[in-house]
Structure formats: C-alpha cells, structure tokens
Antibody, heavy 118, light 107 residues
Framework: QVTLKESGPGILQPSQTLSLTCSFSGFSLSTYGMCVGWIRQSSGKGLEWLANIWWNDDKYYNPSLKNRLTISKDTSNNQAFLKITNMDTADTATYYCARRRTTRFDYWGQGVMVTVSS | DIQMTQSPASLSASLEEIVTITCQAS??????LAWYQQKPGKSPQLLIYDATSLADGVPSRFSGSRSGTQYSLKISRLQVEDIGSYYCQQAHSNPLTFGSGTKLEIK
C-alpha cells in the first residue's frame, strides 16, 4: 500500500525558508522509474507543480519560482524534501507531495497547510 | 510552457446526467494527459491517465478521450459522490501544468 504524508512548520514569516518533508511507504525512490513531486494549491485556487525528483537523482523545477526551490531525497529513510527560500504571503498554500509514474501522479499525500504571515 | 485551457469553470448537472469536461492543450502533448478529482477538503485523486486509461478503483462511468489537442473527461451517469473539482494535467514537458479546474455541483 502506497502512502505519502507531508510535514512542515505550519506558519512562517516573510523572507524565511520553508522546509517540507514527504515521508512515504509502499515504494522506494531507489527503484527504476520512481519519482516524487511537489504540488501546491492556494486557498480556493488551482494546482501548481513545483518540482520533481527521480530515482536517479534527476531534478526538475518550475522556472516560475526561479532559483528559490531545492528538492532532495533520503532513499534510506523513504523521504523527500523541498526547500523554498524567501517565502512571501503569496506562497501561502497547501503543499502536496505525490508519487509520479510517467504521465501521472498516482498517489497523493493529504497535504500540509503553510501560512506566511508577519 | 504548455497551457491547458479547461472548460467549463463550473458546472451544475442533474443526477444520472452525462457530464463532459474538456481541456485544450496549447501544443501537441500526445497522450501525456491525466485527469484528477478533488473532493472538498481532500487531496486530488487520479481518475484517468495516458488520456484514456482508467486508474485503479475508479468507477467505469468515468472515461477519457482525445481528439488532436483536445481532451475530454466524461461522466456517463452523474452520482452524488462525483461532486468536487476536476483538473487536467499535462506531463509532456516541464514545467508540468494543470488546467484551471472545473467545479461540479449537483443541480
């Protein structure tokens, strides 16, 4: 059974760095073809893809967030991570991690709400 | 970036009615398209992948089709549990992009 769960600080101040953890089970990020992605959703809005990390450590980022994103993984502990620097109120959203298989995200975490406020 | 133009933005339909949601890709994405359902307060769930393949456990009343760069999600007989928002997503090119969503309500 594949499960994913996000964790994060909940609230942070503008200009701070957001650190998110995705803890997963039921698959390994060392297995050929596996990938974990991060997607966010602002309140009442649509979905925005942020980054992917593949089994071979290939990483892809949404250029709309320029150089603010860093994705990484800990294969031994079945975790993936996302850091976003210089957080702004516009980054307030629910952040999801999801397992990606070729064309789709087939399993999603429950999401973690992140609020940026001074 | 590949733009996914989704319509309608909202939809109200009666139980047992046929519902169709469409996504128009700004360029050729082949079959690199997925559809998701998001119920209120929940995370998105995969419905359709590779444009026409039904995800595991998804009722057969859901189906996906493609005509060129236009993709459609059809619900053949709308049920109460189908209320929520629906999103398309292309995986042909980075950055991955989603449609703006369709909010489906029961009339």
């Amino acid at each position: 059974q594949v499960t994913l769960k996000e964790s994060g600080p909940g609230i942070l101040q503008p200009s701070q760095t957001l650190s998110l953890t995705c803890s997963f089970s039921g698959f390994s990020l060392s297995t050929y073809g596996m990938c974990v992605g991060w997607i966010r959703q602002s309140s009442g809005k649509g979905l925005e893809w942020l980054a992917n990390i593949w089994w071979n450590d290939d990483k892809y980022y949404n250029p709309s967030l320029k150089n603010r994103l860093t994705i990484s993984k800990d294969t031994s502990n079945n975790q993936a991570f996302l850091k976003i620097t210089n957080m702004d109120t516009a980054d307030t959203a629910t952040y999801y991690c999801a397992r990606r298989r070729t064309t789709r995200f087939d399993y999603w975490g429950q999401g973690v709400m992140v609020t940026v406020s001074s | 970036d590949i733009q996914m133009t989704q319509s309608p933005a909202s939809l109200s339909a009666s139980l047992e009615e046929i519902v169709t949601i469409t996504c128009q890709a700004s360029q050729d994405i082949g079959n690199w398209l997925a559809w998701y359902q998001q119920k209120p307060g929940k995370s998105p769930q995969l419905l359709i992948y590779d444009a026409t393949s039904l995800a595991d456990g998804v009722p057969s009343r859901f189906s996906g089709s493609r005509s060129g760069t236009q993709y459609s999600l059809k619900i053949s007989r709308l049920q109460v549990e189908d209320i929520g928002s629906y999103y398309c997503q292309q995986a042909h090119s980075n950055p991955l992009t989603f449609g703006s969503g369709t909010k489906l309500e029961i009339k």
